[in-house]
Nanobody
């Protein structure tokens, strides 16, 4: 199984980005039943949960993400997405997608104030 994250970049504070995570090598029924998640790790800090979404579409958000970020999934395409709105400088981090014990390689989000 491989997870490929993309969509990171540099934006100014208040801007938006949409991250995507494409999966490969995972059978459909496993993807549909698995919880997918996005984590992030800022320089000098521990990795933290941003948001997760279970197979039914029920989402859970970390405190920093509530009201600003939206996680979604496309079970047919076997992808995860994370919409980042109202970005702030403290959102600068490498964002990783996760499913079961598999991790994507990370995509860098840089927010300038």
């Amino acid at each position: 199984v491989q997870l490929q994250a993309s969509g990171g970049g540099s934006v100014q504070a208040g801007g938006s980005l949409r991250l995507s995570c494409a999966s490969s090598g995972i059978i459909a029924s496993t993807f549909w039943s698995s919880t997918g998640a996005w984590y992030r790790q800022a320089p000098g800090k521990q990795r933290e949960l941003v948001a997760s979404i279970d197979g039914s579409g029920l989402a859970n958000y970390g405190d920093a993400a509530k009201g600003r970020f939206t996680i979604s999934r496309d079970n047919r395409r076997r992808t995860l997405s994370l919409q980042l709105d109202s970005l702030q400088s403290e959102d600068t981090a490498i964002y990783y997608c996760n499913m079961n014990h598999y991790w994507g390689q990370g995509t860098l989000v840089t927010v300038s104030s």
